[in-house]
C-alpha cells in the first residue's frame, strides 16, 4: 500500500475553500466509519462500565467493584460455558476448516456439476441459525429423528443419541454449525485455489510431480493467508453462536452445552443482573482479544514483510 | 357465589370506578385504547388473549396488542426497551416476584379503588394476592390459575397396568409406575426436556412431601430448611420420576409427547392444565385422560400456584387511562375470567366461580376444589418452575442445579442438596 | 488441478463428493419433506418420513392462515416487513461500504488504518451485548418502533462487514488507474463512478449476498425494536416453534421455514457462482 495515492500527505494545507468544495467527499467518507467506530467503542465502553455496576433490571449507576466478575468466574454455567467453548471452538474451526479445504480441493477437480455442488454446500449458509438449530434438533433427537427412523426400519439396536447424552451433546452443536458454515471455508479455499498461478502448476508437472505431491508441495502453502482468515471468521462464529445453540440444546442437556454467549444473555436478559451479563459480555471479549491479537500482530508482521521485500 | 350476582356487584363497583375524578374524567371524554405487551401467539394462549381483546372491543375499546413470540425473555426484553425508550405498554403480562422487581424500574398505577369497587380482594387466595400488591397497593391483577403439579392418568396406561386407584400419596404414585411399567407401558411419565419440565419434576417432589417444608426452603429460602431431610427426599423422588422418563426426549417441549400419553405408550404427566387446553385443542377425548390433584403425603391436596398476571403502567393520556379501567375491569369480571380459562385449562383467579357448569372439565372442577383445600390447610404454595416463588435470577440458578440432576443419574440426592444451597448462596 | 490426468481416481472424487452433497441436502430434504405431511402424521411416525399424500394446505396455512394471537393473516404481512427492512439496509450498508472501502484503500489518510480497524473489529462484537446500548440510541433519536431504526442499526452494523471485504477488493485495483484519472482532474466521486463502481461488481455481489441473509435472519432486534405489525419473519417462525400452549405444528412450520428461506436461498442459487468468484478477488487479500 505504500504506492496509495495520498490526500493526507500532500505538501502543504488546502486552502479553505478547498475545504468547502471537498465537504461531501468528506462527509461521504468520515460519516459512516466515524459513527459505525463510535457506536462499537462506546457500546464496548458502556458494557465495562456497566459490569462494574450493581445494575439488575435496568442500568443503574453505581459501584461495585470486581463482584460481578468474582460471581460470573464462581458460578458453574460460566465455568461449564468456557470449556465447552474451548472444545466446540477448536472442534468447530479445525473440522470445518478440514470439510471446507476437502470440498475444494474435490471441486476444483474439473468435475461436472459444480456449479450445482458449489450450491449445494453454499446454500445452508442462507438458512438463519434459528432455523438450522430447529431443524437439527429434530434430526438429532433420537426420539423422533434419526435414530427413530432407524429403529421403524428395523435396526432396533441402533444407537444415535448424542443429543440426550451429557458428554456427546456438544458434538451436535459442532455437526450443525459444521453443516452450516463449512461452505464459506470452501468457497474461501475454492478461491484461493483458483487464483494459484497456473504456470507453477505447469512447472511442476513437467518436473513430474504427482498431483498429492503438487498440492502438498506447490498449492497448500499458497493457502496460508486464507487459512488464516477462515480460522478468525469461524472463531468468530464458535465464540458468539447463540440462536444455533438455543434453538439446539438450550444449553442442555441439563447445563452440559453452555456456551459463554448464552451465559451472556442469560444473565442480562432472563435472570435480570445486567452487571453480571456485563461482566460476562467483557470476559468474552477478553477472549476475542486473546484470539485477535496474535491475528493482528501475525498480519502486522506480514505486511512488514512483504513491505520490504 | 353464582355468577348472576357477582356480576351485579361489579358493574355497580364500576360506577363506583366512575366516581374517581381521574378515571372518571378519562371514561366519559374518549374511547378507551389499550396497548399490551404479551408472549402470548400461539395455540390456545393465543386464542384466549385474542378472545379477551375481542370483549376489550366490544365493549368500545381499541385494543392494541403487540404479542412477542418465543421465551419470555424476548418478551421481557421489549418490555424493557420500552420502558427505557419512556413509552411502556398500557399493560402487559407479568408474573410473580417480578412484578415487585419490575415496579422499582417505572411507575405502575394504583388499582386500589377498582379492586375494591369488584370486591376482588376477598375473592384472591391470599398469597397470590401478596405478589400482585408489593408495598400493598394494588398494581396488577391474576388473570387465571394453574397447579404446576397436576397429575394426568393416562387411561389406556391405567388400563394396561389393570389399576383403577387414583394415586394420592408418593407411595401410591411410584407403585402405580411400577404397575405401569409391569403391564407394558414403555415410560410410566410423559416428559418434556425443557428447564420447567424439569423444575416441576422437583417441585411436586417436595411440596408432596412436605408444603412446610417448601415454603421455608424454596418460597422463604431459610438456610437450615435448605439443607433439611425433605430436600434430599424431594431430590430421591424426582431422581425415581426421571427414570421412569423417555430419556430420549431432549430439549423437546412436553407436549410432543402428548399422543403417546394418550396411547398409553406413556402413563402419567405432571404437568399444569395447560396441557389439557392443548389436549383439547389437538382434538384428543377428555375420557381418554384424568386429571387429579399431584401426590401428597398427607393425603390433602397440595397446590403449587402459577398464576398469569397484567401488570398496569402509568400512562398520561386519557384514551390508555380509560382503557386500563376497562381493562382492569374486564379481567376481574368473572364472565371474563370464565371465558380465559374454559380456552386455556386453567381455572379462574376469582374462587367464587362456579364451575358446576358446562364449558368446565373436570380436571378444573378438580383443580379448583385442590386450591380450596390446599388454602385451607395452607398447603397452596407458589411454584418455583414456573417463577412465582423467586425472582428470576434466584430461580434460574435453582433450576441449574434442577434440571442438571434431573439429566444426570450420577449426582447423588445429598451432592444435589449441598449444590442448591450452594446455588441459593451465590445468587442471592 | 486443472487437468483430467488421474482419470482413475475420477469415479472416486464423484463418490465422495456425492455424499457430501447428500449429507448437506438431508435437512432441507427433510423439512421439505415435511412441509408436505401433516402434522398428525408427523406426531405419528418420526421427523424424517415420506408424505402418505401431499399436504399442499400446510403452505396456504403457513402462507396467509395461521394465526399469532389475533393476527390471522399467515407469514405474509411478516415478509412484507422483513423485505422493507433487508432491502434499504442492505443497499444502504453496501453503497457506503463500498465509499468507505474505496477511500479507505486508495485515498489514504491520516488515521485511516486505526479507523478502519475498529470498524472491522464490530464484526466480532456480539449481539446480545449491543442490544440495552441501541435500546438508549434508538430512544435518544426517536427511532424506537420504527422501520428505519431498524435499517438503521443494520447499515451501522453491516458496515463492519462491508468495508471489510470492499477494502480488501480494492486494495488489488492498480493505483495507476486511479493516478492517471487524477492527472485528468477526476475527483473522488467521479473516479468512484467512472471507474471504480464498474469494476466492483464481483465484491458488491459479496456483500449483498451475506448483508441480505444476514438482515433477513436476523430475530433478536427485529422483535425488540418494532410492535406486533412490524415484527420480521423471523418472529412468525419463533411463534409457530414455541410449542408451550400447543401440539407442534411440524408440517405447517416447515411449510413456513420453506416460504421463509426462499428469497435467502434464491439469492445464494443466483449469485453463488459470484460469491466465490467475489471472494477470489476480495477476501483473499
Redesign the interface.
Known amino acids: 500500500m505504500t504506492s496509495a495515492v495520498s490526500t493526507a500527505t500532500q505538501p502543504g494545507r488546502p486552502a479553505t475553500s478547498e475545504m468547502v468544495r471537498r465537504l461531501p467527499e468528506y462527509l461521504t467518507i468520515w460519516l459512516p466509519l466515524l459513527v459505525s467506530a463510535a457506536h462499537l467503542v462506546s457500546f464496548s465502553l458502556w458494557t465495562i462500565w456497566i459490569s462494574f455496576t450493581p445494575s439488575t433490571l435496568v442500568p443503574v449507576s453505581g459501584w461495585v467493584g470486581l463482584r460481578n466478575y468474582t460471581a460470573v468466574l464462581a458460578s458453574r454455567n460460566w465455568q461449564i460455558a468456557f470449556d465447552n467453548l474451548l472444545l466446540f471452538g477448536s472442534a468447530f474451526v479445525l473440522l470445518s476448516l478440514v470439510t471446507g479445504l476437502m470440498l475444494a480441493i474435490l471441486l476444483d477437480q474439473r468435475i461436472r456439476g459444480e456449479n450445482v455442488l458449489r450450491t449445494i454446500f453454499l446454500y445452508p449458509l442462507a438458512v438463519s441459525f434459528v432455523v438450522t438449530g430447529t431443524v437439527w434438533s429434530w434430526l438429532l433427537n433420537p426420539g423422533i429423528g434419526i435414530q427413530k427412523l432407524v429403529h421403524d426400519l428395523g435396526w432396533t439396536s441402533f444407537r444415535f443419541d448424542w443429543l440426550v447424552d451429557r458428554d456427546m451433546a456438544i458434538w451436535t452443536i459442532v455437526i450443525a454449525a459444521v453443516w452450516q458454515s463449512s461452505g464459506f471455508a470452501m468457497a474461501l479455499f475454492l478461491a484461493g485455489l483458483r487464483s494459484v498461478d497456473a504456470d507453477i502448476i505447469k512447472a511442476a508437472q513437467i518436473d513430474g510431480a504427482g498431483p498429492i505431491r503438487i498440492y502438498r508441495r506447490v498449492i497448500l502453502p499458497t493457502l496460508w493467508p486464507i487459512t488464516i482468515t477462515v480460522v478468525v471468521v469461524q472463531l468468530q462464529f464458535a465464540i458468539s453462536a447463540f440462536d444455533l445453540v438455543r434453538a439446539l440444546t438450550n444449553g442442555g442437556p441439563g447445563i452440559a452445552t453452555q456456551l459463554p454467549a448464552l451465559v451472556v444473555y442469560d444473565l442480562m436478559f432472563q435472570r435480570g443482573q445486567l452487571g453480571r451479563g456485563a461482566a460476562a459480555a467483557v470476559l468474552m471479549l477478553l477472549i476475542l482479544l486473546a484470539v485477535l491479537l496474535p491475528y493482528a500482530a501475525w498480519r502486522y508482521v506480514q505486511r512488514r514483510r512483504s513491505n520490504h521485500a | 357465589m353464582p355468577i348472576t350476582t357477582t356480576r351485579r356487584r361489579l358493574l355497580a363497583g364500576s360506577a363506583a370506578a366512575l366516581a374517581l375524578p381521574a378515571f372518571a374524567r378519562a371514561q366519559s371524554a374518549v374511547k378507551p385504547r389499550l396497548t399490551v405487551i ?10 384466549a ?2 378472545a379477551l ?2 370483549k376489550f372491543e366490544e365493549k368500545g375499546g381499541t ?12 418478551m ?3 418490555l ?8 411502556p405498554p398500557a399493560c402487559s403480562q407479568l408474573k410473580g416476584p ?1 412484578i415487585a ?2 415496579s ?2 417505572a411507575p405502575t398505577i394504583n388499582l386500589d379503588a377498582l379492586v375494591a369497587a369488584a370486591g376482588y380482594e376477598k375473592v384472591v387466595a391470599p398469597d397470590l394476592a401478596r405478589l400482585h400488591k408489593p408495598g400493598g397497593k394494588w398494581i396488577s391483577l391474576p388473570l387465571q390459575i394453574y397447579s404446576t403439579n397436576m397429575l394426568f392418568l393416562s387411561k389406556r396406561a391405567m388400563d394396561k397396568a389393570k389399576a383403577d386407584k387414583i394415586p394420592v400419596t408418593w407411595t401410591d404414585f411410584n407403585e402405580l409406575a411400577e404397575k405401569m411399567k409391569a403391564g407394558g407401558v414403555t415410560y410410566p411419565i410423559a416428559n418434556g ?3 420447567p419440565d424439569d423444575g416441576q419434576k422437583f417441585e411436586a417432589s417436595l411440596a408432596g412431601i412436605s408444603p412446610a417444608a417448601y415454603r421455608a426452603a424454596i418460597m422463604n429460602l431459610d438456610k437450615k430448611a435448605l439443607e433439611g431431610p425433605e430436600i434430599k427426599a424431594a431430590f430421591a423422588q424426582a431422581r425415581k420420576i426421571s427414570d421412569w422418563m ?8 412436553y ?2 409427547n ?2 403417546r400419553f394418550i396411547d398409553g405408550d406413556m402413563g402419567m404427566m405432571i404437568q399444569g392444565g ?1 396441557a389439557q ?2 389436549l383439547r ?2 382434538g384428543f377425548k377428555f375420557d381418554d385422560f384424568t386429571i387429579t390433584p399431584g401426590p401428597s403425603d398427607n393425603s390433602k391436596p397440595v397446590f403449587l400456584l402459577n398464576a398469569d398476571a397484567f401488570i398496569f403502567w402509568q400512562r398520561k393520556e386519557p384514551d390508555l387511562q380509560a382503557g386500563q379501567t376497562l381493562m382492569a375491569q374486564l379481567v376481574m369480571d368473572p364472565a371474563i375470567q370464565t371465558m380465559y380459562s374454559q380456552i ?1 385449562g386453567s381455572i379462574p383467579v376469582r374462587t367464587d366461580v362456579d364451575l358446576s357448569g358446562e364449558g368446565w372439565s373436570d380436571g378444573q372442577r378438580r383443580t379448583a376444589a385442590a386450591l380450596k383445600d390446599a388454602v385451607a390447610n395452607n398447603q397452596a404454595v407458589l411454584s418455583l418452575a414456573h417463577n412465582m416463588a423467586q ?3 434466584l430461580t ?2 435453582m433450576i ?1 442445579v434442577i ?6 443419574k450420577t449426582i447423588k440426592p445429598e451432592e444435589a442438596v449441598t449444590r442448591l444451597a450452594e446455588a441459593v448462596e ?1 445468587a442471592r | 488441478m486443472r487437468d483430467r490426468t488421474f482419470a482413475p481416481s475420477r469415479m472416486l472424487i464423484y463418490l465422495v463428493v456425492s455424499l457430501f452433497a447428500a449429507a448437506y441436502l438431508a435437512p432441507l430434504a427433510v423439512v421439505v419433506l415435511n412441509s408436505l405431511r401433516t402434522n398428525e402424521e408427523i406426531a405419528q411416525a418420526s421427523m424424517i418420513g415420506w408424505p402418505k399424500q401431499l399436504a399442499w394446505r400446510n403452505y396456504a396455512a403457513a402462507w396467509s392462515g395461521f394465526c399469532v394471537a389475533e393476527t390471522c393473516a399467515g407469514i405474509r404481512p411478516y415478509m412484507l416487513n422483513s423485505v422493507l427492512v433487508t432491502i434499504p439496509a442492505t443497499i444502504f450498508s453496501t453503497i457506503l461500504g463500498a465509499i468507505a472501502g474505496y477511500a479507505v484503500s486508495l485515498w489514504r489518510f491520516r488515521g485511516d488504518n486505526w479507523i478502519y480497524g475498529i470498524v472491522t473489529l464490530g464484526l466480532f462484537l456480539p449481539q446480545q451485548m449491543r442490544l440495552l446500548p441501541w435500546t438508549i440510541v434508538l430512544r435518544d433519536i426517536g427511532l424506537i418502533n420504527t422501520l428505519t431504526g431498524l435499517v438503521l442499526i443494520h447499515t451501522i452494523q453491516g458496515l463492519s462487514f462491508t468495508v471489510l471485504f470492499c477494502r480488501n477488493y480494492y486494495v488489488a485495483i492498480p493505483h495507476e488507474l486511479i493516478r492517471a484519472a487524477r492527472i485528468d482532474g477526476a475527483g473522488f466521486f467521479r473516479i468512484f463512478w467512472r471507474i471504480i463502481l464498474p469494476l466492483s461488481a464481483p465484491i458488491l455481489i459479496v456483500t449483498v449476498i451475506w448483508q441480505f441473509t444476514h438482515i433477513w435472519n436476523e430475530f433478536l432486534y427485529g422483535v425488540t425494536f418494532t410492535t406486533g405489525q412490524q415484527q420480521p419473519v423471523t418472529a412468525a417462525l419463533i411463534a409457530l416453534s414455541a410449542a408451550i400452549a400447543d401440539i407442534p405444528q411440524h408440517g405447517v412450520q416447515s411449510a413456513a421455514v420453506i416460504i421463509a428461506a426462499l428469497p435467502t436461498l434464491l439469492i445464494y442459487l443466483l449469485g453463488g457462482r459470484y460469491f466465490v468468484r467475489g471472494l477470489t478477488a476480495g477476501a483473499v487479500k
Open positions: 404479551s408472549q402470548w401467539s400461539a395455540g390456545s394462549d393465543g386464542a388473549i385474542t381483546g375481542k385494543w392494541q396488542h403487540s404479542p412477542v413470540p418465543g421465551f419470555t425473555t424476548e421481557m426484553n421489549k424493557r426497551a420500552q420502558i427505557i425508550a419512556g413509552d417480578e422487581a419490575w422499582k424500574i426436556g425443557t428447564r423417555d430419556p430420549n426426549v431432549g430439549a423437546q417441549p407436549a410432543t402428548l399422543k395447560w387446553g392443548v385443542n389437538a386455556t425472582e428470576n435470577g434460574a440458578a441449574d434440571t442438571e440432576y434431573v439429566k444426570n451465590g
